[in-house]
């Protein structure tokens, strides 16, 4: 610690994350933090002080408490050489930077692909359309997500993470495989088209969508495998691994821009969609377009899964052991407990405010996102009837979804610097809100808007999938750059059993969670009304609805996010001064003002 006069600057040991700047008077320390943002230091602060992540310098100093608890005494760290920063950023958080980028941007060209692929297989299917939908995610997509969190569960007691990582991605990539040059072209022997095509027979039109399941059984798989790699690789894979590695102050700074390189992913992935959909077009007569198209695909995805296992490799060998991690993902002391079983972690879990209303985040987008997309993509069906054409529209789709969320994760950095983590946080349901209104709007008042509609030159079908189509991009790209930032930094403060449990509960059961009770609602309100197009002023009240509880829950996380925030800084300051009071309050420019005052002292 330094001192002149009034003015003091101090930092914490190695390993420790917040430091503080500020002024002593009258007992009281006076700092200054952008809210929801944990304390760090940065010298030759006036008598308010902003705080900023604590890099590497020079010399470390730290503040104990003597036998007098009022005395601050410094104690000098081991002298190490300055490290070089770029844009005042250290080599070692640049490199965590690049690596996480590439590891993302890797992840989502898989997924934009094994996305629109696993959709154009089972709409396009015989027998099958976008009513088999809601059936797959209720009936087979939820159960196998459960499935899955149990065996994760399970695996992370006993395994260490580099291991854990490795034994559950190189499965996806060898199922992938295996589908494209052994499954697809066997799929005239193992699917019981005739034996399904007689009980449908029987049993009548209704039951065609759980028939269609079991016909296509292997697309079904395929479906939910790629479902699986969105919640699996994407949310808990590289965000747990993002999250034990990054510290709050380089989270808030990186998080946004991660989606950078992956949503130029998008756009790359889209266009080759776009590129092997013209190759099947351009084939001649007789010849299996989508068996050619398929091993292109999963051949791009073998070998970005590859890189995906080689980056991390290289990010655990050279990288961490030079990094500074996180206090929370470091070891700690305590005191030795049995590991709890998967009702006792999810009975854990729920007992825990902060932990439901950010899976009450997750749960609400799956629903919402889910409760349009069934109907938008049955009329994409019904304008694009050939799967060429139809993948060829997905693909574009995917290309445009990548450019606008380019341009929102630039936005964003913007505005989590100006507006904070709540304003943040509330975008995503808001863009859900209006763009929802316009697409229920079109679908029930389309007779009415149809002369309209055709003095633009379109029918009201195309129309509506051009309307569901910019509703699905502007929410998707609303998610990626800041409902995911916002959500991953909400894990940061939590300690490492909470993290670990409560992100596979919440990203691997409750996102198919959401979307299964969007598709379960459609179910009921399919069967209770008798039609998609009946029960469509009532999916749009459902929708409305689960937006405002989504809302609510959103300032509900941003208070608490605020208080852990508060109580860490407490935590930090105590051990150095003895017992230690905040007092706060939300200044301007989203910025928390307050003081840290000892107890002894604050009269």
Request: include cysteine.
């Amino acid at each position: 610690m330094t001192r002149s006069s009034n003015a003091w600057t101090s930092k914490p040991a190695a390993g420790s994350r917040f430091a503080a700047s500020g002024s002593r008077r009258g007992g009281k320390i006076l700092w200054k933090t952008p809210t929801s943002t944990p304390l760090s230091s940065r010298k030759n602060e006036t008598s308010v002080g902003r705080v900023s992540e604590v890099g590497s310098q020079a010399r470390a100093w730290k503040l104990s408490a003597t036998g007098n608890k009022n005395a601050i005494v410094k104690a000098a760290a081991a002298d190490e050489p300055e490290e070089k920063k770029i844009f005042g950023m250290s080599m070692i958080s640049i490199g965590k930077f690049v690596s996480l980028a590439f590891m993302f941007f890797c992840i989502l060209f898989n997924y934009t692909i094994l996305r629109d692929t696993k959709d154009v297989l089972v709409v396009t299917a015989p027998g099958s359309g976008a009513e088999i939908i809601p059936f797959l995610k209720t009936w087979l997509n939820l159960p196998l997500a459960f499935g899955f969190m149990w065996l994760y569960s399970k695996l992370s007691n006993v395994m260490s993470p580099q291991r854990l990582f490795y034994t559950i991605i190189f499965p996806f990539l060898a199922f992938f495989t295996s589908f494209a040059f052994v499954i697809y072209p066997l799929k005239d022997f193992i699917h019981p088209y005739g034996a399904m095509d007689a009980v449908l027979q029987v049993v009548g039109q209704r039951f065609s969508a759980p028939l269609a399941i079991i016909s296509n059984w292997s697309f079904c798989l395929f479906y939910v495998a790629s479902e699986l790699w969105g919640s699996v690789v994407v949310s808990v894979l590289f965000w747990g691994f993002a999250n034990q590695i990054c510290t709050v102050d380089e989270a808030k700074q990186f998080y946004p821009l991660f989606g950078l390189g992956a949503n130029v992913a998008l756009i790359f992935s889209g266009r080759a969609v776009k590129y092997f959909s013209q190759i099947r077009a351009n084939l001649p007569p007789g010849v299996d377009g989508w068996a050619l198209s398929l091993k292109g695909m999963m051949s791009l995805v073998l070998g970005f899964g590859l890189l995906i296992a080689l980056n991390y490799f290289l990010v655990n060998k050279f990288l961490l052991p030079r990094a500074k991690l996180p206090t929370s993902a470091k070891p700690k002391t305590k005191k030795k407990k049995s590991n709890m079983s998967v009702p006792e972690s999810l009975k854990f879990l729920a007992g825990q405010k902060y932990i439901r209303d950010l899976a009450t985040l997750v749960v609400a987008y799956g629903i919402s996102i889910n409760l349009v997309e069934v109907t938008w993509k049955s009329k994409i069906k019904a304008q694009f009837p050939n799967p060429n054409d139809y993948s060829a529209f997905m693909g574009d789709f995917s290309t445009y979804t990548g450019i606008v969320t380019f341009t929102m994760m630039l936005v964003s950095r913007f505005i989590f610097r100006k507006f904070g983590w709540g304003t943040a946080a509330l975008i995503t349901p808001i863009v859900l809100f209006v763009t929802g209104i316009a697409f229920f709007s079109l679908v029930l008042f389309s007779e009415a808007l149809t002369p309209s509609i055709a003095a633009l030159g379109m029918t009201p079908l195309f129309a509506a999938v051009l309307v569901g189509a910019a509703q699905n991009i502007f929410s998707k790209s609303s998610k990626y750059s800041l409902f995911d930032p916002c959500k991953e930094m909400a894990y940061i403060p939590l300690d490492q059993e909470t993290k670990v449990k409560g992100k596979a509960a919440i990203d691997v059961v409750c996102n198919p969670l959401g979307k299964s009770g969007g598709a379960l609602i459609q179910q009921f309100l399919i069967l209770g009304f008798g039609s998609l197009s009946a029960s469509t002023p009532y999916l749009a009240v459902f929708l409305f609805g689960i937006i405002a509880l989504w809302i609510k829950a959103s300032l509900s996380l941003n208070e608490q996010f605020t208080e852990v925030t508060k109580e860490e800084i407490k935590s930090e300051m105590a051990e150095s001064e003895g017992e230690v009071k905040i007092e706060s309050k939300v200044g301007e420019g989203g910025f928390v003002d307050g003081e840290v005052v000892p107890k002894d002292k604050e009269n």
